[in-house]
């Protein structure tokens, strides 16, 4: 019914940069909040940051400075341009979305299956 299919990640040395991408496809009436998450092995999904459907983004502290968050609306696309990357930002990258569906008032959450970001020299 809804997905989210995220791309743009891979192998990168520490300092570089990469772009993710996140696309919503399926019976969507409009998207509220969208976010990017990371999951590292053996820790907890981890909010990355966020972006409201008016623009508005918050950021985690250890990102702040480095990632920038954006979206386009009139796509259901929303990109993460990630630069000065670092070891520790080796994860699995999700994409989260808050959305309502055609014919419904309720807000559904929906996810992406991930993308794999390595930053190892």
């Known amino acids: 019914q809804v997905q989210l299919v995220e791309s743009g990640g891979g192998l990168v040395q520490p300092g570089g940069s990469l772009r993710l991408s996140c696309a919503a496809s399926?019976?969507?009436?409009?998207?509220?909040?969208m976010g990017w998450y990371r999951q590292a092995p053996g820790k907890q999904r981890e909010l990355v940051a966020a972006i409201t459907s008016g623009g508005r983004s918050n950021y985690a502290d250890s990102v702040k400075g480095r990632f920038t968050i954006s979206r386009d609306n009139t796509k259901n696309t929303m990109f993460l341009q990630m630069n000065g990357l670092k070891p520790e930002d080796t994860a699995v990258y999700y994409c989260n979305a808050d959305l309502f569906l055609y014919g419904s008032s309720r807000e559904y959450g929906f996810w992406g299956k991930g993308t794999q970001v390595t930053v190892s020299s």
């Open positions: 399926g019976s969507i009436f409009s998207i509220n909040a």
